[in-house]
């Protein structure tokens, strides 16, 4: 019994002792699930902490959890991010899901996709997300909680925004390297598909306002041959993005032959990785982009 006491007791003193939570009130503890077609967002704001939780699921990828304020709260290193037990369900445990980087920056941390999936099962359980850390002043243990209450509706209009998600974000293909069979110059199927997914975020979004096409080829054949292989590639990949609608003003080409390989061309594979047209994406200045985005919304509002 002693033992069993003794036990007990060395496990609580070396948890640590929390001095400072933040987490909504009961009463006003609220999600909110907003979004479009690039990005999904499910909120609970908390207040005290001058910031909010939030899981964002942008196009192409899936959920991650993100704690976000102003207030610089949270000291540098890693934070533990939990599955917190609700009060009321004495037995269930705290699940710790490991640790977080602090960032220098409004989001303080952002956690993995596979933590976000656990912590959005924990909410539907009634549980709650939770980040342990240090304090920046005073180096105190605090932890910010957030609260399931009124987390079932908000988290079905999350879902619903998802399925209205693009295939892909613009990080993802703002450089795309597609590929040409042997000497050939004509599209592949692979290339129309990635070019497919593409062409929807461009219309999408007006803020991308240049495509530059750049060919290229393997060692295979004489120089002069390899520059126009590689010039030709290019003009198939402008033709067809021109068919699809792009206006010819915003793409850029330019074909270098073989002189720049991925890799060498010391095997059959690689010359297949060599023989490629490499598309970027450029976008308006952030200043550019929000104000193209502010008309674009206006002009969506009814009269």
């Not at 939990?82 to 956690?111: C, T």
């Not at 292989?229 to 067809?240: E, K, Q």
Request: aromatic share 6%.
């Amino acid at each position: 019994m002693r033992l069993q006491y003794a036990a007990l007791l060395s496990l609580f003193v070396s948890l640590p002792s929390v001095a400072l939570t933040f987490q909504p009130r009961l009463e006003h503890a609220e999600w909110q699930a907003e979004g479009d077609q690039f990005e999904c967002r499910l909120i609970q704001p908390i207040k005290t902490f001058g910031g909010v939780g939030q899981f964002v699921r942008r196009a192409g990828e899936q959920p991650t959890f993100q704690l976000i304020s102003r207030e610089r709260w949270l000291g540098t290193g890693a934070a533990t991010l939990v599955v917190g037990a609700a009060p009321w369900r004495p037995e269930h445990r705290d699940m710790p899901l490991g640790q977080v980087k602090i960032a220098n920056d409004e989001v303080l941390l952002k956690s993995d996709n596979q933590q976000a999936a656990r912590l959005l099962t924990g909410l539907m359980e009634g549980r709650s997300p939770l980040v342990r850390h240090r304090t920046r002043q005073t180096n105190e243990y605090m932890e910010v909680r957030l609260l399931p209450a009124r987390f079932g509706q908000a988290f079905r209009e999350f879902q619903q925004c998802t399925t209205q998600l693009l295939p892909v974000n613009f990080d993802q293909v703002r450089y795309l390297q597609l590929s040409f069979a042997n000497s050939g110059i004509d599209l592949g199927d692979a290339a129309r598909r990635e070019l497919d997914r593409v062409l929807l975020l461009l219309k999408a979004d007006p803020t991308i306002n240049s495509i530059r096409l750049e060919g290229h080829s393997d060692n295979t054949g004489n120089r002069l041959t390899n520059r126009d292989l590689s010039r030709r590639r290019a003009m198939a990949v402008a033709a067809y993005l021109k068919e699809k609608g792009i206006p010819e003003g915003q793409i850029s080409i330019r074909f270098h032959g073989e002189r720049y390989p991925l890799v060498p061309n010391s095997s059959e594979a690689n010359r297949g990785k060599n023989r490629r047209v490499t598309l970027y994406l450029d976008r308006l200045p952030e200043a550019e982009a929000e104000q193209e985005r502010l008309a674009r919304s206006n002009a969506a509002q009814p009269a």
